[in-house]
């Protein structure tokens, strides 16, 4: 059985940084896995691995936008229709690796996720090929600084999850960033914020929204909007994060353990016999 994980999630979030921590993982474990890299626009040098399959040998984003004279944004759009319209490049290129563990960084483009029809066309060809897929979505630890740039990224995650229709794991990245501890000298750039306040977040509590400095809304229609979105959280409690420190061993361990358990990681296998197992170990024993 082949497993996939896609990494996804916003600009910034870490996703390239926390799959070459996952590979380090995989590596220590005596586990199989490739890193695969579906960004066209990535920097070679943000790579701790070299990717075993990478889309810019396909297409990449400088060239589309070089040759077709694209922006940004539309030059990554071409990219990946360009690649659903070859995915016997993509399935060659999967073709040679068995039982293994692919995880697959994707670019930080958010509509890629939430409408865009590439990602899931591209897990359900994944699906058919017998590898077993999930995906894992990272958000900022900085998005608690604001709550209603938080609640943006929560319904971009329940969105995504909604589109591609896989297990699902969502990840508070850059935790290491954030502390408890009102005297710390290292000014942590995300804030300090108790346990129980942290907690609110990883279990987005919708009152978070609802709660204004006054008792009077400063502006009546965005507080209507404000109690839909409550609402709408408090009716499909569809979105949680797992804090990820990546300073932490145990952190790691705990989100790569989720994962696996959500995609039911060696349930397939077949138990394995220790090499020295057979009649001649025990016969002192007799």
Known sequence: MRYAVLVTGPAGAGKSTFSSSFMNHLRASKRTGHLVNLDPAADPASFEYEPAIDIKDLVSLEDVMTELGYGPNGGLVYCFEYLQENMDWLEEQLGGYDDDYL???????????THHPFLPFL????????????????????????????????????????????????????????????????????????????????DPDPMLLATTQSQEPKNPKFHRLNQAIVQLIEDHPLVSFLPLDLSSTDSLDSVISHIDYTMQYGEDEEPKEPADLDEGSFHDME
Not at 103 to 113: A, F, N, R, S, T
Not at 143 to 151: A, G, I, L, S
Not at 163 to 176: G, H, Q
């Open 103 to 113: 995880i697959i960084d994707c670019p930080g483009q958010i509509e890629l996720y």
């Open 123 to 202: 897990v359900q060809h994944l699906q058919r090929m017998g590898i077993r897929t999930c995906a894992a979505y990272l958000i900022d630890s900085q998005f608690m600084e604001d709550k209603n740039k938080f609640f943006s990224g929560v319904l971009s995650a329940m969105s995504a999850m909604v589109n591609l229709e896989i297990p699902w794991i969502n990840v508070m990245s850059k935790m290491d960033l954030v502390t408890s501890n009102k005297e710390d000298p290292s000014a942590p750039r995300n804030g300090i914020r108790a346990k129980r306040d942290v907690a609110r977040y990883l």
